[in-house]
Structure formats: C-alpha cells, structure tokens
T-cell receptor
Framework: DVKVTQSSRYLVKRTGEKVFLECVQD?????MFWYRQDPGLGLRLIYF???????EKGDIPEGYSVSREKKERFSLILESASTNQTSMYLC???????????FGPGTRLTVL | GQQLNQSPQSMFIQEGEDVSMNCTSS?????WLWYKQEPGEGPVLLIA?????ELTSNGRLTAQFGITRKDSFLNISASIPSDVGIYFC????????????FGQGTTLQVKP
C-alpha cells in the first residue's frame, strides 16, 4: 500500500498568516490530491497534480495554491489564512490501481 | 456539476445487526469506491468496483456497482463496535481522469 504522510496533525494559525501544509508519499505514484473535509459536506477537492510541476484546480481552489517540485511531495499553501479555512485537510496519492486514492492522516487546521 | 447523494446520513445500531447504506448519482460513473474513516484518521479504502453489476466482498463488507451505473451500495453484516466510523462512497465520472467525487458520508455508531 501507498504510505502518505502529512507534516502536522494539528496546526493553529492566526488570520493573515501564510500556511504551508506538506504531504509526502513513499511510492512512485503520479497523482496527488488535496481535499478539505467539513461536517456534512464530505471531501471537496482543492487542487490536484498528475505530474511534477503540474497542477490543476479542483472544485474549491480559491484562497489556496499548491506546489509540486518533486514527484513524492505535494504542498498546499494558504497565502493569507482566514477563519473560514479552519478545516481538516487531507492529502491523497494514487495512480497505481485505477482510480484508487490513498489518504494521509489529515491536518486539522484552526485559524484564529 | 456531478454530485453523489449518500444515505442515510447517520445510523445508530446494535452490535450484531446488519447495516446497509447507498450512494446515488444523476449521471453514470465508471468506478465506485467505498472508504471508511475512523476518528482522527484519513479515509481508508475498503472496496473498489469497476463494472456494472459487480459484487465484491471484503470480510463482512459487501459492495455492489449498480446496473444503471448510477448507484452503489455497501452492506456490513453482523456489525461489531470497531465498525464505528464515517463511511464515504466515491465515484469517477467518465469525463474525469483520476478525479473522484465523494458523497457526504454515513456516520455509523454501534452500541455494544
């Protein structure tokens, strides 16, 4: 199985701060994804990447950017954190078995 | 856009009971997947389905890809306390490559 790790399990930031969420996968999968999870809304796709230096917007990209400089690493950036970005952020990797995605443990971000 | 409707939203059952949940869409999907998320963790893949009518089991879990390609269900037989968690369905629309759409989740609680 793919192992996906995320840099922090819990993070508390202040409004206006720049926030970096890091994700690393230990297999050679091409695809990586960032989701946010909110109660009653399921998982919503923020950005995804099919290759190094490649990125595509998901369903809710506003207020976020991403970076993929190496195949195994996919970073989510909040340029200026706001309270409505308080959420659980999940990273996933996939591309081996068709359509399957493997998730990291998540980062619970609180913006005060 | 494509949406998945997952029901029920929550279930509170007695240990030993069978559980059934389903996911429906207004458009066809090429792939259906079922995930389980335990508190404080990322979702874990349970079952992946790739063909209409396909029925697949994983221990006490059984999932089916609907014949119309617009729905899927997950059954859990003889529930136990460790079945507690949020169960998500996810599907891939033919127009998407690698991207998944997620349902809102079914929260399952099991009373010993």
């Amino acid at each position: 199985d793919v192992k996906v790790t995320q840099s922090s399990r819990y993070l508390v930031k202040r409004t206006g701060e720049k926030v970096f969420l890091e994700c690393v996968q230990d297999m050679d999968h091409e695809n990586m994804f960032w989701y946010r999870q909110d109660p009653g809304l399921g998982l919503r796709l923020i950005y995804f990447s099919y290759d190094v230096k490649m990125k595509e917007k998901g369903d809710i990209p506003e207020g976020y950017s991403v970076s993929r400089e190496k195949k195994e690493r996919f970073s989510l950036i909040l340029e200026s954190a706001s309270t409505n970005q308080t959420s659980m952020y999940l990273c996933a990797a996939g591309g081996g078995v068709p359509d399957t995605q493997y998730f990291g443990p998540g980062t619970r971000l609180t913006v005060l | 856009g494509q949406q998945l409707n997952q029901s029920p939203q929550s279930m509170f059952i007695q240990e030993g009971e069978d559980v059934s949940m389903n996911c429906t869409s207004s458009s066809i999907f090429n792939t259906w997947l079922w995930y389980k998320q335990e508190p404080g963790e990322g979702p874990v893949l349970l079952i992946a389905l790739y063909k209409a009518g396909e029925l697949t089991s994983n221990g006490r879990l059984t999932a089916q890809f609907g014949i119309t390609r617009k729905d899927s269900f997950l059954n859990i037989s003889a529930s136990i306390p460790s079945d507690v968690g949020i169960y998500f369905c996810a599907g891939r629309h033919p127009s998407n490559t690698g991207k998944l759409i997620f349902g809102q989740g079914t929260t399952l609680q099991v009373k010993p």
